[in-house]
């Protein structure tokens, strides 16, 4: 069931289809969006409603800035913050000059300073009195806010689909009145190739994100399990009813996966979780240890968004290179 609703009727056809265009042009509204009627979301059990597209728009993580470019709209953005990574090389161009104003979480006063109608969080806590501000304390200064739908936590999210990952590109796009029904599309059919392949058969795999004593990774409800489920590969922590969660190392070496996902980032990379896993006597026997089964992504493509397709396409191009073709 989609989260949005128009406040007055309209004709809802390309809004609501899976929306956009896949490069960093500025986007024309479709004929079939009423530019000047309200929308109205209900955001991780928070009912914003945006009277007219958002003009200025902080966003906080890649997934969000990612979004946006990939929806033509970075001419909105008015500054980042807590970015992931670099954006992927066709979206460099039009994120070139938007300002950063925070490695990490900014602060209120650094957001307000931007004087923007949105603030877009890729993570629910992005909102807090400690960051950039509760979502309540921000509405009463006349700014909207709005979460990643997938990313929502105060509300327990149901186990990931490719529909509820295209459905939260159609919201957005729905937010600011632009058509991102190519995009969908597009990603849609990369997807179903995927699953007309799926090259992982037959063999396990772990997540792993971050942690040396404990690992943390990748679990049975969110982005993880979606891509290693599309390439057919089994999750050995499908069972656990999360998104991200600790995982004994122990049950990682009942488990003895065929092939590791390793998260690459900047404060955690893969080159020394790999380090780590050989060195570790507790590791170093996994068959995927020995046999270097090694499927690395950058960690701004491991958050469910408009990177997912192309996150599942690099593993699935990756495992290729294992198996020899």
């Known amino acids: ?108 006063e650094a957001v307000l300073q931007l004087t923007p109608d949105l603030v877009f969080g890729g993570w629910e806590s992005n909102f807090a009195s400690d960051g950039v501000g509760e979502r309540a304390e921000l509405e009463s200064l006349g700014v909207n806010t709005y979460v990643a739908p997938s990313a929502c936590r105060s509300i327990q999210p149901p186990k990931l689909t490719w529909d509820d990952v295209f459905g939260d590109i159609s919201e957005v796009a729905s937010i600011f009145r632009v058509d991102a029904t190519a995009l969908v599309a597009d990603q849609q059919a990369r997807v179903d190739a995927l699953l007309a392949d799926q090259p992982g058969q037959g063999r396990t795999a772990l997540w792993y994100s971050s942690g040396d004593d404990t690992p943390y990774v990748g679990a049975g409800l969110g982005a993880p399990e979606l891509v290693l489920e ?30 590791i996902v390793l998260v690459d980032a900047t404060w955690n990379t893969a080159k020394d979780k790999i380090a780590m896993l050989e060195a570790n006597p507790a590791t170093q026997n996994l068959s995927a240890v020995k046999a270097g089964s090694y499927l690395i992504l950058p960690f701004a493509a491991t958050e469910a968004g408009v990177r997912s397709v192309e996150a599942t396409e690099s593993l699935r191009d990756q495992l290729a290179v294992i198996d020899g073709s």
């Open 230 to 259: 599309t390439l057919g590969l089994t999750n050995i922590a499908a069972d656990v009813d999360a998104t991200w969660a600790p995982l004994n190392w122990e049950v990682v070496v009942d488990a003895d996966p065929d092939v």
């Open 1 to 108: 069931m989609s989260r949005l609703h128009r406040a007055v009727p309209i004709v809802l056809a390309a809004a609501l289809a899976l929306t956009g265009c896949a490069t960093a042009s500025a986007p024309s509204p479709s004929p079939t969006i009423d530019v000047a009627a309200p929308v109205t979301v209900d955001n991780c059990g928070v009912s914003v409603t945006f009277d007219t597209a958002p003009e200025r728009v902080v966003t906080i993580k890649s997934s969000t800035t990612e979004l946006l470019l990939a929806l033509g709209l970075g001419d909105r953005i008015v500054g980042t913050a807590f970015q992931d990574g670099p954006v992927p090389a066709e979206w460099a161009d039009a994120a070139a000059s938007i300002p950063s104003i925070s490695d990490f979480v900014p602060n209120e």
